[in-house]
């Protein structure tokens, strides 16, 4: 759990700019200050199912942009790189 919460974290670093302004919140609300499903329902005044697909499509709307544009994947993958140069 704390790994996907870690990479969907990174993945809104690089593509949140693309998620709706409800979205980003619910999504900032649940992954960084680390609010329940219900704490947010009740917090914006939403239904708790309103919230989950909230969520779900901004999980999957960084997904997509990640299999399209691989920003992430190549940013790791360059560090991966840079850390075995550096190594002595």
Same mark, same amino acid.
Do not use: P
């Given at each position: 759990?704390?790994? %996907?919460?870690? !990479?969907?974290?990174? @993945?809104?670093?690089?593509?949140?700019?693309?998620? $709706?302004?409800?979205? =980003? /919140?619910?999504?900032?609300?649940?992954?960084?200050?680390?609010?329940?499903?219900?704490?947010?329902?009740?917090?914006? %005044?939403?239904? !708790?199912?309103?919230? @989950?697909?909230?969520?779900?499509h901004a999980e999957? $709307?960084?997904?997509? =942009? /990640?299999?399209?544009?691989?920003?992430?994947?190549?940013?790791?993958?360059?560090?991966?790189?840079?850390?075995?140069?550096?190594?002595?």
């Open positions: 759990m704390e790994r %996907n919460r870690f !990479r969907y974290c990174r @993945l809104n670093a690089y593509y949140g700019g693309l998620l $709706t302004a409800r979205q =980003a /919140e619910i999504f900032l609300l649940h992954y960084e200050d680390d609010f329940s499903l219900a704490e947010i329902a009740e917090k914006l %005044n939403i239904t !708790r199912q309103a919230v @989950l697909d909230n969520l779900r999957s $709307t960084l997904d997509k =942009a /990640e299999s399209k544009l691989g920003l992430m994947e190549r940013w790791c993958n360059q560090t991966k790189s840079w850390k075995y140069q550096w190594s002595y």
